[in-house]
């Protein structure tokens, strides 16, 4: 087992080592390499997550997540522990980045486990600066990609969606850190050419091998408002079972979530 | 210096006063393109004014902004709005709004369709070539919808219309759907009718965006400024004047209404004034034959308008809806002046045949009366300085000054004027034509037959007339007392205006378009100590656990006095703190009493569900660790009798056995517990029922017609996550069973925690932070959307009164301030400010005239006599006012100050030269006579031309100004009756007393030495 993990671990470094050397990666593969780094690291991963609104608001909150072999869909189990009264309350999203996803909801005080049906995925978690889109990634095959710019350090890739009538925004920017290949930030621009949306992750560790951003901010240009995640117990490849991913473990937290 | 003194210096030196008035008048010109307008009859308050504080902060805290209401009715279609072409504009038409950009040009640009890719620029400029030069005049720019950054007027992300409105719904299979209203554009009838169900079944749609007979859907348009209002409102009329078919677009909200006014009152000043300015021209034409002879009253009243209009706007203040009528007030009392010189000029130069002479002669007869009808028509207008009402305030001081402008050009200019450029050949010519008593005058039999029946009639039933006078007092009386305060700025718009129009459509199809906001918040930093808390869990605890696990009470109880003395001995109260400990200790018990069956929960969860039979789970059962053998034979026993069942199914059953027993958690309580008592005002239950009683209450009130609350959100969304679609194969009863469950979920949860959870389901929609509209972001206040169907501040402040009522009657479970904000709210505050303020600058100011009066005829009987025809005439037309049911507005109220100094005007002229003319005759009825020659015409001309001149603003296509139009003419008819037949009666009554001893008294002592050279 331990072998397997410095074997990885070295097979990544290899990669980076490699990728960094490369300097005539396509946006394309950019992008993939940015997806994969920032929402596939490791079969597994947890982490607990302090939101914080502009407005005071704030959302404690442990997130699980489970890769599937062989494929980009993930599972995602979110469990709340504050404030007070949405403690308990859970998410599960089985993420399919080629179709719908499938949703979840448990309200503990209403005893309740309901289904959200596929919708846009642009709508705000939790009612924070995040989207939905924003914390399980965005299909790659969404938006067309083009590398506008490549400095020393990072990659900077121009994305214009295929289908613009489903989204508010007419295009957005991502500045892709070249070594990690962690995206730093995002910049959405609406249709009169302005940026009115910024995302960035910040304060860059290596956790288990993986580059983490441990400090994530969402920001609302034009209303002023913005949201920031401070995570922290960030662990890979526990060795989750699928079956902490379904609706009977959303009444009952799983003890990954809860310890 | 005498009174002649500015007069023969006029004379000696006429060019030097009309170069010096000339310069003037260019110098305050010069101002005029600085002017500023300001439409905001929001401005009537001072900026720091409690009310319009509170206004924007409510405003700020609950991401409220002023909207153009865009409604688009069909009453052809049979299903109304929802169809499939009217929805796919209304769309396009969000779009648009919403993509609003600032070109290169400075033009905006909007989509042409909804791919968005193209764009087209749209250009508002009037192709009026007329309203354009206004625009130019006024400074209007209709292309104005960007702020100084480029932003568009649209605050995009506020904007409601079924297109971005968010919705919660079932969709198949049990699941929730959170999408916009209308997510798609529907292509077919039957699309277009679910959008018109799922509209109608949210309380938040149903009445205020779409109309409850489907007849109408509005677009809410959110606009930075209200400045922007007029401009956007044009835009939707261009983006849908190509609608063809039965889709009617109309405009309304007080903020359109408003900013409407203030650009048309512009189109009204520039047109009314120079109107009125002809007719005032023509009847004096008519009275005074020479055009060279009324040229100096017209421009006298032309310049004294200049020179105020130029101090305001020189001063800086903006043009306001109160100070754009200041010409319109100015004009006729300084053309009141001029015009009692005029007609003793006439007489004199026939008289004199010299008009240095005659014009000195004038000046003389005339110095003292006009010198007091200019002072107290000043303190009329001057005394408004006191009302608390900026606009008001500005108002009065500058008719003030233009009217002490008025007095001195009468005084400098006419003469000068008169010197220069009226040869004396032209006034012989004109006089040489007429014959007869009255000279040059030209209509003289019958105003002068007129004038000598009603002298004759004054003398001869002056009982009459005095009994016919305290009867219409009597009934004047009474009909103040009817009078009804109120305002509502759509009605200052003709009934055919577009926007009264839209106002009456609107409000029929809808719940109404005046919105007012009822804000609601806890007492602030109510913070329990933790001895109150205690007391409140403490029974919870005993009532939930004492009888199944007695022991793990008794610790808790004591635990929790421990933790409760430790913290208040401290002098720490902090209920976080003591939760902290709490939850440990209870932890503790937890783990000491009930480890067993969470262990056995926790084992049972994660066993694999495939292939698991009773057996098989009766086994792993046994091999989960930290489990009494006893607790895990009490699960098998207990699920006995599910045996049958395998896999998941099973083991859901085992989790719901073991969850009796988990459920007795002191840890999660305590938790629980920490959800309910910390819970901010507006997550608690008993409130928020508070409020939906509130509501009702508001909706019993006739002129309310829909209220919107965070309840109504709550109770909507606590429905849909709650609802249990009914399943194929039940049967008749299980249906009504399941829809009776479902109904009962439309209302507010139970608990803190449960309202919670529902509410964090509204934060995050599509749109996020709609919610807050409606409630704080910490839940500590609360804001209800009321909608009232007529903006009528009287049906405002019934609403008001109606609140406080219920709220007296019926104490809320927490102490809430209760608090109003929103336009039609802040209409109603400086209304009420406005009358009271009108009412004592009333009173103060009639106390200062009757002092004046008392010192210019230096006798309390001739002072009261002055007083007796302003007396009757405001007491009559207000009288009047609540006789026929008029409201008092604000053109009404400033009319007061009007009236002051018009009637006593006249009075004046009446009675000081009715003693003059006593003196010479020595008895009454002689005098009388004298007195309905002369004097009484000069008064009639004056009347008539005041009256005449001012039919213009009748046809006026803003009420305010046909209110003053009209309210000028019966002030004029009805001082000059008061004048012309009160006054006489009273005289013949009062003869003895008014003339005995005092026969030698006159307004000035200098008077009997100073002889017409």
Same mark, same amino acid.
């Not at chain 2, 000043?269 to 034959?289: E, G, N, Q």
């Given at each position: 087992m331990k072998n397997i993990k410095l074997l990885i671990m070295v097979g990544i470094l290899a990669i980076t080592v490699f990728s960094a050397s490369a300097a005539d990666l396509t946006a394309d593969e950019i992008v993939s390499k940015a997806n994969q780094a920032s929402y596939y690291a490791g079969k597994d991963g947890s982490a607990k997550a302090h939101m914080e609104l502009s407005d005071g608001r704030t959302r404690d909150f442990v997130i699980l997540r489970k890769n599937t072999e062989n494929s980009a869909d993930q599972k995602f189990y979110v469990y709340?522990?504050?404030?007070?009264?949405?403690?308990?309350?859970?998410?599960?999203?089985?993420?399919?980045?080629?179709?719908?996803?499938?949703?979840?909801?448990?309200?503990?005080?209403?005893?309740?486990?309901?289904?959200?049906?596929?919708?846009?995925?642009?709508?705000?978690?939790?009612?924070?600066?995040?989207?939905?889109?924003?914390?399980?990634?965005?299909?790659?095959?969404?938006?067309?990609?083009?590398?506008?710019?490549?400095?020393?350090?990072?990659?900077?890739?121009?994305?214009?969606?295929?289908?613009?009538?489903?989204?508010?925004?007419?295009?957005?920017?991502?500045?892709?850190?070249?070594?990690?290949?962690?995206?730093?930030?995002?910049?959405?621009?609406?249709?009169?050419?302005?940026?009115?949306?910024?995302?960035?992750?910040?304060?860059?560790?290596?956790?288990?091998?993986?580059?983490?951003?441990?400090?994530?901010?969402?920001?609302?240009?034009?209303?002023?408002?913005?949201?920031?995640?401070?995570?922290?117990?960030?662990?890979?490849?526990?060795?989750?079972?699928?079956?902490?991913?379904?609706?009977?473990?959303?009444?009952r937290p799983p003890r990954e979530a809860t310890r | 210096m005498n009174r002649l003194t500015l007069t023969d210096f006029s004379l000696r030196h006429p060019l030097f006063v009309i170069l010096a008035v000339l310069l003037v008048t260019v110098l305050a010109a010069l101002q005029f393109p600085n002017v500023h307008f300001d439409n905001d009859p929001e401005n009537m308050l001072s900026e720091d004014e409690f009310v319009r504080l509170f206004h924007h902060e409510t405003k700020q805290k609950f991401g409220l902004y002023d909207f153009v209401i865009v409604g688009i009715v069909n009453e052809d279609n049979p299903d109304g709005i929802f169809n499939v072409e009217t929805l796919q504009r209304v769309d396009l038409l969000t779009h648009q709004l919403l993509s609003l950009r600032k070109g290169s040009n400075g033009l905006g640009e909007v989509i042409t369709d909804r791919s968005g890719t193209a764009w087209k620029t749209v250009d508002l400029n009037p192709t009026s070539q007329f309203k354009r030069l206004m625009n130019i005049a006024f400074r209007h720019n209709p292309n104005r919808m960007f702020d100084a950054d480029g932003n568009s007027a649209v605050i995009g992300q506020e904007l409601m219309s079924p297109s971005v409105v968010d919705n919660i719904k079932q969709a198949g299979m049990g699941s929730l759907k959170l999408e916009y209203l209308m997510e798609h554009v529907p292509t077919t009838r039957e699309e277009a009718l679910v959008i018109r169900d799922d509209a109608m079944n949210n309380p938040l749609f149903k009445g205020i965006l779409v109309s409850e007979d489907s007849k109408a859907v509005c677009i809410y348009v959110p606009i930075s400024e209200k400045s922007f209002s007029y401009n956007v409102a044009a835009l939707v009329t261009e983006l849908t004047k190509s609608w063809t078919g039965s889709d009617k677009v109309h405009i309304a909200g007080l903020p359109v209404a408003e900013d409407t006014f203030g650009v048309e009152m512009l189109v009204?000043?520039?047109?009314?004034?120079?109107?009125?300015?002809?007719?005032?021209?023509?009847?004096?034409?008519?009275?005074?034959?020479?055009i060279a002879l009324i040229i100096p009253p017209l421009l006298l009243a032309v310049i004294t308008v200049v020179w105020s209009m130029g101090l305001l706007i020189g001063l800086g203040f903006d043009v306001h809806i109160m100070s754009s009528m200041i010409p319109i007030f100015i004009m006729p009392i300084t053309v009141c002046n001029s015009i009692h010189v005029l007609s003793e000029f006439f007489d004199s130069y026939r008289r004199f045949q010299n008009k240095t002479t005659a014009l000195k002669h004038v000046m003389h007869e005339l110095f003292m009366p006009m010198l007091y009808a200019t002072i107290t028509t000043i303190a009329g207008f001057a005394s408004l300085a006191t009302t608390p009402i900026p606009p008001v305030r500005i108002f009065g001081l500058h008719v003030a000054f233009g009217v002490t402008a008025g007095w001195l050009l009468t005084m400098t200019f006419v003469p000068a004027f008169i010197k220069m450029f009226i040869s004396e050949k032209s006034l012989q010519k004109l006089c040489a034509v007429s014959s007869g008593a009255d000279g040059c005058e030209?209509?003289?039999?019958?105003?002068?037959?007129?004038?000598?029946?009603?002298?004759?009639?004054?003398?001869?039933?002056?009982?009459?007339?005095?009994?016919?006078?305290?009867?219409?007092?009597?009934?004047?009386?009474?009909?103040?007392?009817?009078?009804?305060?109120?305002?509502?700025?759509?009605?200052?718009?003709?009934?055919?205006?577009?926007?009264?129009?839209?106002?009456?459509?609107?409000?029929?199809?809808?719940?109404?378009?005046?919105?007012?906001?009822?804000?609601?918040?806890?007492?602030?930093?109510?913070?329990?100590?933790?001895?109150?808390?205690?007391?409140?869990?403490?029974?919870?605890?005993?009532?939930?656990?004492?009888?199944?696990?007695?022991?793990?009470?008794?610790?808790?109880?004591?635990?929790?006095?421990?933790?409760?003395?430790?913290?208040?001995?401290?002098?720490?109260?902090?209920?976080?703190?003591?939760?902290?400990?709490?939850?440990?200790?209870?932890?503790?018990?937890?783990?000491?009493?009930?480890?067993?069956?969470?262990?056995?929960?926790?084992?049972?969860?994660?066993?694999?569900?495939?292939? %698991?039979?009773?057996?098989?789970?009766?086994?792993?059962?046994?091999?989960?660790?930290?489990v009494k053998k006893e607790d895990s034979d009490v699960l098998m026993q207990k699920l006995e009798p599910h045996s049958s069942l395998t896999g998941t199914e099973l083991l859901n059953a085992a989790l719901a056995v073991c969850d009796n027993f988990t459920a007795l958690s002191f840890e999660e309580f305590v938790y629980e517990m920490k959800a309910e008592v910390t819970a901010p005002v507006f997550k608690r239950p008993e409130v928020l029922n508070y409020i939906e009683r509130l509501q009702e209450n508001l909706m019993q009130q006739g002129k309310v017609g829909k209220t919107t609350s965070a309840v109504d959100a709550l109770k909507k969304a606590s429905y849909e996550l709650n609802y249990s679609a009914i399943e194929p194969g039940m049967s008749q009863q299980q249906i009504e069973q399941r829809d009776q469950m479902n109904k009962e979920f439309y209302s507010i949860p139970d608990s803190s925690a449960a309202i919670g959870q529902v509410y964090i389901q509204l934060e995050g929609m599509k749109k996020k932070d709609t919610l807050f509209h409606l409630v704080s972001r910490d839940y500590e206040e609360a804001n209800i959307w009321v909608q009232l169907t007529s903006g009528d501040n009287q049906d405002m402040n019934d609403v008001v009164l109606d609140v406080q009522r219920f709220i007296s009657e019926n104490p809320p479970p927490v102490p809430l301030n209760a608090q109003w904000a929103g336009l039609t709210y802040l209409n109603v505050v400086w209304q009420e400010k406005m009358v009271l303020g009108m009412l004592s600058s009333l009173a103060s100011s009639y106390i200062v005239v009757l002092v004046m009066m008392l010192i210019l005829f230096r006798s309390g009987w001739f002072g009261l006599l002055s007083m007796v025809p302003l007396t009757v005439t405001i007491t009559f037309i207000y009288g009047l006012i609540g006789w026929v049911g008029k409201d008092y507005d604000m053109p009404v109220a400033i009319l007061s100050a009007m009236t002051l100094g018009l009637s006593v005007d006249f009075a004046i002229h009446f009675l000081e030269r009715g003693r003059e003319m006593y003196k010479r005759m020595g008895n009454w009825m002689e005098t009388n006579a004298g007195m309905f020659n002369e004097p009484?015409?000069?008064?009639?001309?004056?009347?008539?031309?005041?009256?005449?001149?001012?039919?213009?603003?009748?046809?006026?296509?803003?009420?305010?100004?046909?209110?003053?139009?009209?309210?000028?003419?019966?002030?004029?008819?009805?001082?000059?009756?008061?004048?012309? %037949?009160?006054?006489?009666?009273?005289?013949?009554?009062?003869?003895?007393?008014?003339f005995n001893n005092k026969m030698n008294a006159s307004i000035n002592g200098t008077h009997e030495k100073e002889g017409v050279k």
């Open positions: 709340f522990n504050g404030p007070a009264d949405v403690r308990k309350m859970a998410y599960l999203v089985w993420k399919k980045p080629s179709g719908d996803d499938d949703r979840w909801l448990f309200l503990p005080a209403l005893n309740l486990v309901k289904r959200i049906a596929p919708g846009d995925k642009r709508t705000s978690f939790v009612g924070s600066d995040f989207y939905y889109e924003d914390v399980s990634g965005r299909g790659l095959d969404a938006d067309m990609h083009e590398l506008i710019e490549t400095t020393d350090t990072q990659y900077v890739v121009k994305n214009v969606p295929r289908d613009p009538s489903t989204v508010e925004f007419s295009s957005y920017t991502v500045w892709i850190d070249k070594d990690t290949f962690l995206p730093r930030q995002a910049e959405y621009t609406d249709a009169g050419g302005v940026v009115y949306r910024r995302l960035t992750a910040d304060d860059i560790q290596i956790i288990q091998g993986y580059a983490t951003s441990m400090k994530q901010k969402a920001e609302d240009i034009k209303t002023g408002s913005s949201t920031v995640i401070t995570f922290s117990e960030i662990s890979y490849d526990q060795g989750f079972q699928d079956q902490i991913f379904t609706e009977r473990f959303l009444r | 009204q000043m520039a047109t009314s004034a120079p109107l009125a300015m002809l007719i005032l021209f023509i009847i004096m034409l008519v009275f005074f034959r020479r030209v209509n003289i039999g019958l105003m002068g037959r007129a004038m000598r029946w009603m002298g004759i009639m004054t003398y001869k039933r002056s009982t009459a007339i005095l009994f016919i006078t305290v009867l219409v007092m009597g009934f004047s009386i009474f009909g103040i007392s009817l009078i009804k305060v109120n305002d509502n700025p759509v009605k200052w718009f003709t009934e055919d205006h577009p926007l009264r129009i839209a106002d009456t459509v609107l409000n029929d199809h809808f719940d109404g378009t005046y919105t007012a906001y009822l804000t609601l918040s806890g007492t602030p930093n109510q913070t329990k100590t933790c001895r109150e808390e205690a007391a409140a869990i403490r029974n919870e605890a005993k009532a939930r656990f004492e009888t199944l696990l007695p022991d793990a009470t008794r610790m808790f109880l004591s635990d929790m006095d421990q933790v409760e003395s430790n913290f208040n001995r401290a002098n720490q109260s902090d209920p976080n703190r003591c939760f902290v400990e709490l939850t440990k200790r209870a932890a503790d018990i937890d783990r000491q009493f009930g480890s067993s069956w969470t262990n056995l929960a926790d084992g049972v969860n994660y066993l694999d569900s495939e292939n %698991l039979t009773f057996d098989i789970l009766k086994q792993k059962v046994l091999a989960i660790d930290g009484a015409k000069a008064i009639s001309r004056n009347a008539i031309v005041i009256a005449l001149g001012f039919t213009p603003l009748l046809l006026a296509p803003l009420v305010p100004y046909r209110t003053v139009g009209f309210f000028l003419a019966m002030i004029m008819l009805l001082s000059w009756l008061a004048t012309l %037949l009160i006054l006489p009666a009273l005289i013949r009554k009062l003869e003895n007393r008014l």
